[in-house]
């Protein structure tokens, strides 16, 4: 996505109802964050992206989410990463974001929580694999995560990696971030995506459900195989046909690292 001709639009910008009503959005995925337990206190983001404008809405750092109105967010420049409406700084983490925004296609909103179980599993440098129909009918195979951070870690300049390596994951896999829009950061926590913040902080959820769960079975039964692929590819399938659970496609073999 070409960020640089999207970002002219910054100059003279005024906010319209469009502009607003994402600010709207990404409130009420916040909320919906928050009432899961996925984020607290300050800890987590959300962001949305309006890619005509190439302008990101994300909550101000260190902010209480108890203290957010939908007028508190920032709005930031999709290609500098400069605030140009609102006090504050952007919340941790954006400059992945950006990443995402440029570089995976239909992405237009981001989610990076320290959800419980969702970050064991990316502290463990496992992915989550697919288990069980519940896995399936959600994602399209195992929720993957990144190749471990070779290196020292740079404060300013973490985010800016992190962006780099999911990017780099589905370059390297050549797998389709719209069949499983989640991934966990090594070491880190989870990240997930949407076409709307609210799908967004949809996936967010069912990676926390997905993580529990696949930990529960592996306790009460650690030989279990993941399910086929051909099983998988079913019931992903069975779930978009009924308008259950939304995507553009669904796509054959595509289940990364089987």
Known sequence: ????????????????????????????????????????????????????????????????????????????????????????MPATGIEAHLALYRDLPDVRSVVGTHSKYATMWAQAGRKIPCLGVAHADFFQGDIPITEPHDGEINEESYYEVVGKQIVEHFEKTNADPSLVPAILVDRLGPVTWGESPMDAARNAVYVEMLAEL???????????????????????????????VQSKRVRGRHLEGR
């Open 1 to 88: 996505m070409d960020l640089q001709g999207c970002a002219n639009s910054v100059d003279g910008f005024s906010f319209d109802a469009m502009l607003e009503n994402l600010r709207l959005a990404v409130h009420e995925a916040n909320l919906q964050l928050v009432e899961n337990g996925l984020v607290d206190y300050f800890r987590g983001n959300i962001s949305g992206f309006d890619s005509r404008r190439g302008l990101i809405v994300i909550k101000p750092r260190g902010v209480d989410y108890g203290s957010l109105g939908p007028e508190n967010y920032l709005v930031v420049s999709a290609r500098t990463g400069q605030v140009v409406e609102g006090l504050g």
């Open 214 to 244: 696949a930990f529960g079975t592996l306790s009460l039964n650690p030989e279990l195989k993941p399910l086929r692929d051909e099983d998988i590819l079913r019931h992903y399938s069975i779930m978009r046909k009924r308008g259950i």
